[in-house]
């Protein structure tokens, strides 16, 4: 078997395959494409996969394109849907694009002289001059709308299946649309192998057999499953239905680090192989150390900070890593007042706050800033109890009764974080 199927089979990236593809991998350095849509100005973690079989392909030796879909973009893809989705004007579509482009060549190796360095592609680069009379002509001829028809994503749309009302002739055209694509990197850039998620099956074949039928060539296809959670619920979002997305300014790297870190232990034994280049031999040893002390979580922390690094770079990791200590407590009040206000804010996400003056919060007695001053606890008496009680932290520390803040509390130089117990918190915000 070849080497690089042989890979995604035992990371569990595997789905299908066209007859020949192990050949054609065996006989030669081939060139292969996976398309990316430019549906907002980053990708997020869903592109993760595709991204990371194109980094395994050019590393067993065979050269990877990346097609950002400029134009494909414009209609968008039925595969998976259940609506049309919104079309985009053409100068956020090319915003889009080159967003994606930037992105995409942090992933992927495009310097050098290597004959399989990677390359960037826009289908909007060969579409926009192709008239809809040249195509229909051209291309439309060499597929029946029987064959079409039979597709999976188009079957769906049709058969009314969760209360979907058809398809536009828009969508309709989109396999077609990415056939050509297909087509033209076959002819123009050598391209043998289009791969893609499972639900692209319809769309790949519909490109081998354009290629056959318009060029009488031999083209491939290979999908990688689609990726859900353990339980079956969709990867990728937050509990709110929110992405997590590759651009920082987007999803903090603190944010991206906890969501991996937060796996169930069944999902980070299986994201370990899909999101990770650790060899097979190093992951089966984190597995099984994993499992004689699965409270230590080893295996989480391993997967966030190799999927960190590879997105956001080690230093990112290492702030996420430090943010990460001061949430759960394995740290000092010195590195909670080194934390610029961004970063503070993304670790204490959605805790209660008050602004107070900061001249009332610098030297005020710690019960009425506990009580009155900022509202935290209801009354001088409970603030009294709990700091008898040895209950209250000011800035991850226990304090006592006589407890005065000053200057060098302040983290970022306007805040404090009140903590009553473990788990609850309270930030004042020091204004002038």
Avoid at 83 to 89: G, I, V, W
Avoid at 249 to 268: C, E, G, I, M
Avoid at 285 to 310: D, F, S
Wanted: proline residues 3%; aromatic residues 10%.
């Amino acid at each position: 078997m070849n080497a690089f199927i042989e890979e995604l089979k035992w990371r569990g990236l595997y789905a299908d395959m066209m007859p020949g593809t192990d050949e054609q991998l065996n006989k030669e350095m081939t060139t292969a494409y996976i398309g990316f849509d430019p549906t907002a100005d980053s990708l997020h973690i869903g592109s993760l996969i595709p991204i990371k079989v194109l980094a395994h392909y050019q590393q067993h030796g065979h050269k990877p394109i990346a097609l950002v879909g400029g134009a494909t973009g414009m209609i968008g893809d039925p595969s998976g849907k259940s609506s049309e989705r919104n079309l985009l004007d053409e100068a956020t579509l090319n915003h889009y694009v080159d967003c994606i482009k930037g992105q995409l060549s942090r992933f992927l190796n495009f310097e050098g002289n290597e004959p399989n360095k990677a390359e960037l592609v826009n289908n909007y680069d060969w579409m926009k001059t192709f008239t809809f009379l040249d195509f229909v002509r051209d291309i439309g001829k060499h597929l029946t709308v029987n064959y079409m028809m039979a597709k999976d994503s188009v079957k769906k749309r049709f058969s009314g299946e969760a209360g979907v009302d058809g398809m536009s002739f828009t969508e309709f055209t989109y396999q077609l649309l990415q056939g050509y694509d297909f087509l033209h990197l076959y002819q123009n850039n050598g391209v043998k192998l289009q791969m893609g998620g499972s639900d692209q099956w319809g769309n790949i074949t519909t490109g081998t057999e354009l290629i056959r039928r318009k060029a009488q060539g031999e083209a491939f296809a290979l999908t990688v499953p689609l990726i859900t959670k353990a339980d079956g619920s969709k990867f990728g979002k937050s509990e709110a239905g929110e992405n997590y997305w590759l651009d920082a300014k987007r999803t903090s790297p603190y944010k991206f680090y906890q969501f991996w870190l937060n796996a169930t232990d069944v999902d980070a034994e299986r994201f370990i192989k899909f999101y990770t280049f650790l060899p097979k031999e190093e992951i089966e040893a984190l597995i099984e150390e994993h499992k004689t002390a699965p409270h230590e979580r080893k295996l989480q922390k391993k997967l966030a900070e190799e999927v960190t690094v590879w997105v956001h770079g080690k230093e990112e990791y290492e702030k996420a890593l430090k943010a990460s200590e001061i949430l759960f407590g394995r740290s000092t009040a010195e590195d909670l007042v080194s934390l610029d206000e961004e970063l503070f804010l993304q670790i204490f996400d959605g805790v209660p706050q008050a602004e107070v003056s900061k001249s009332e919060v610098l030297g005020s007695n710690i019960v009425d800033l506990l009580s009155e001053k900022s509202g935290f606890l209801k009354s001088k008496g409970e603030a009294k109890r709990e700091l008898q009680g040895n209950s209250i932290s000011v800035n991850k520390e226990k304090v006592k009764d006589d407890f005065i803040a000053t200057e060098k509390d302040l983290i970022d130089g306007k805040f404090l974080l009140l903590q009553k117990g473990k788990k609850q918190y309270f930030i004042v915000k020091a204004v002038d």
